[in-house]
């Protein structure tokens, strides 16, 4: 009896705030229709996929494409390569936005700080296929600038985009340039939220500003950072295709194909789809678990996670 009144009460709730959940009901048709419906097609990994046959006609073949991925001699180079990308990218470019948050947040003047903070956003509107195109402008080794610059002090001209051992950092350091200033944001939030007489205690018990960092506006972003860490775990697998494949040349290619530029050419050029599934279920499944490992981590040493 208590049960069923206290199901009257919520539904009554919920009708008293319909408005809310007609918001959100647009959100919840998209993510079904977009991203959980679509998982019907999981099935294809374990399957040799016949377009005449459909999904369902098609026959099962369980772990063979599985098996063929594990085994082949490009495993190995594609899981380097994916994960040495998406790594440097998480070690290096994860802390950047923090320290400029940090610093920005000590600069008094508004204006010059409205000022710094539009010009560290500008770089994230930019189109992957203009980054693309000015990273080929500036490193041409004919015409760009940078070549220009090492031709003029008597070195010869180096091919960057053409040369392996350049792609990773070429890649890393120039999304860094384009995200850190709208990665920064949240943090800019976090520490707009501190209380001003936290810092005026600090000041007159004599605190110095490296202090006042260290001991209050550091604790403060340390739980945002702790769950955006967590986020950018769960996709370290997801290294950008746009940009990868743009980036791409047949010299730079040891270096460059990744676990989507390969899916993109095995897959759709290919028309492998049963196998390239099996190649993508194995990437969300590894991500899945990266990610529930790096949140029960936090979760033991900061008690800050996801759930």
Do not use: C
């Not at 409205?114 to 994230?124: E, F, M, R, S």
């Not at 810092?199 to 945002?224: C, F, S």
């Not at 759709?268 to 196998?275: C, E, P």
Request: net charge positive.
């Amino acid at each position: 009896m208590k049960s069923a009144v206290e199901r009257k009460k919520t539904f009554r709730k919920m009708l008293s705030t319909y408005q809310l959940y007609l918001f959100i009901l647009p959100t919840v048709i998209y993510y079904l229709i977009f991203h959980y419906a679509p998982l019907y097609g999981i099935q294809l990994a374990f399957k040799d996929f016949v377009a005449v046959d459909g999904i369902w006609g098609s026959p099962w073949v369980g772990f063979k494409h599985f098996k063929l991925f594990f085994s082949s001699h490009y495993f190995w180079e594609l899981l380097r390569n994916t994960l040495g990308i998406s790594v440097y990218a998480l070690v290096a470019g994860f802390p950047i936005p923090i320290i400029f948050a940090l610093m920005l947040n000590e600069i008094s003047s508004r204006r010059y700080k409205k000022l710094v903070q539009t010009v560290a956003y500008a770089p994230h509107f930019i189109s992957t296929v203009v980054m693309v195109g000015m990273l080929y402008i500036f490193l041409h080794p004919g015409y760009g600038i940078v070549n220009s610059l090492i031709k003029f002090i008597g070195f010869q001209p180096v091919d960057f985009l053409n040369r392996p051992e350049y792609f990773k950092h070429l890649y890393v350091w120039s999304g860094i340039w384009q995200s850190t200033g709208w990665n920064s944001v949240i943090y800019f939030a976090v520490l707009s939220n501190i209380d001003a007489e936290q810092h005026e205690a600090a000041i007159i018990d004599g605190a110095t500003r490296l202090q006042r960092i260290w001991y209050i506006n550091i604790p403060v972003i340390i739980p945002t950072a702790v769950i955006l860490l967590i986020l950018s775990a769960g996709g370290i697998m997801s290294v950008g295709f746009e940009k990868v494949y743009l980036m791409q040349t047949s010299l730079n290619l040891s270096a460059s194909e990744v676990i989507s530029t390969y899916v993109y050419k095995v897959g759709l050029q290919g028309a492998r789809f049963s196998f390239t599934t099996a190649i993508g279920l194995f990437d969300s499944v590894f991500n899945f678990i990266l990610l529930i490992t790096v949140n029960q981590i936090a979760k033991k040493l900061s008690s800050t996670s996801l759930w």
